[in-house]
């Protein structure tokens, strides 16, 4: 693999400009936002969010220097759908084909929830294509822990997106952390989330590549050094699923957000930027320091 660096430009598309835009990427419309020069940290949302709702966190990124790039999966935001589901090998080729259509030879990585498990099964099937790699909020899969089950019910419908007041009354049980401490903070995170809800279809298209999805059999044999983020209050993704990964990772670290819900990266934008932009920065290809739980 190459250096990291974009390719050069494409002559129709001169620098890639910065924002969001439309792309054709394996014969889907998807739209893409770009920031920065150089190898970029590819930011891979959760079922049903949209790349609006990565604001501030990804400005926060940008305040240490750190390039971006965010993208609305099929069928959610203002992507088109693709006719038929993928399973988590298809999404990520997916992904694959977008860092082709860029120009990145090698990325690095971060998924939160659903799109850690993307990003897991990116840097397993395509290691080169990924320098460091960063689950935030998620799971191995089948073998995790998964959550409350009244808490899973509610993830199984995209109600939250569309209705206002669904999202207020469910929010402080469903993602913890802060919007259970403070519901009022709900309010600075609903603006992107309702003006770009998911697709009935794309919704649980996303869901169709979970069942029998695991991450458990070839985790230890991922090449990349990883940064896992946890929160000690997320009622859908227990902490235990951060430690698992921690632990099956070899040299992966993890990192406690205490009183984190499963929004952290958004709740705690300044405080989770500066984390992940350390670890990106660290010097040498050589893998994360092992097995060290840092809390804040």
Do not use: C
């Amino acid at each position: 693999m190459g250096t990291g660096t974009p390719r050069s430009p494409r002559p129709a598309e001169p620098g890639f400009p910065a924002g969001p835009r439309f792309l054709d990427v394996a014969g889907l419309r998807l739209r893409v936002s770009v920031h920065g020069r150089g190898r970029p940290l590819v930011l891979i949302m959760g079922l049903g969010g949209n790349l609006d709702m990565w604001d501030p966190f990804e400005r926060a990124l940008h305040g240490h220097g750190v390039s971006t790039v965010a993208y609305d999966s099929p069928g959610t935001g203002d992507s088109a759908d693709w006719l038929w589901p993928r399973r988590m090998p298809g999404i990520a080729r997916l992904v694959v084909r977008l860092l082709d259509r860029l120009g990145y030879d090698q990325v690095d990585v971060l998924g939160v929830s659903l799109g850690g498990a993307v990003a897991q099964q990116l840097a397993h099937s395509s290691p080169g294509r990924v320098r460091r790699l960063v689950l935030a909020a998620t799971t191995p899969g089948l073998g995790g822990i998964p959550g409350n089950p009244s808490v899973m019910l509610a993830l199984a419908s995209p109600r939250r997106y569309r209705s206002p007041e669904y999202l207020r009354r469910v929010a402080p049980d469903l993602y913890g952390g802060r919007m259970r401490r403070e519901p009022a903070l709900l309010a600075e995170h609903t603006v992107a989330r309702l003006a770009s809800p998911p697709s009935t279809a794309g919704y649980f298209k996303q869901l169709y590549a979970v069942p029998w999805w695991s991450s458990l059999p070839w985790l230890h044999r991922l090449p990349q050094p990883t940064l896992v983020l946890a929160g000690d209050d997320d009622p859908i993704v227990p902490l235990v699923n951060g430690r698992i990964l921690a632990r099956r990772i070899r040299g992966a670290r993890l990192h406690v957000v205490r009183g984190g819900g499963h929004l952290f990266l958004l709740e705690e934008a300044g405080e989770m930027a500066a984390v992940v932009a350390g670890f990106l920065a660290e010097p040498g290809p050589g893998r994360a320091t092992g097995g060290v739980e840092r809390r804040p």
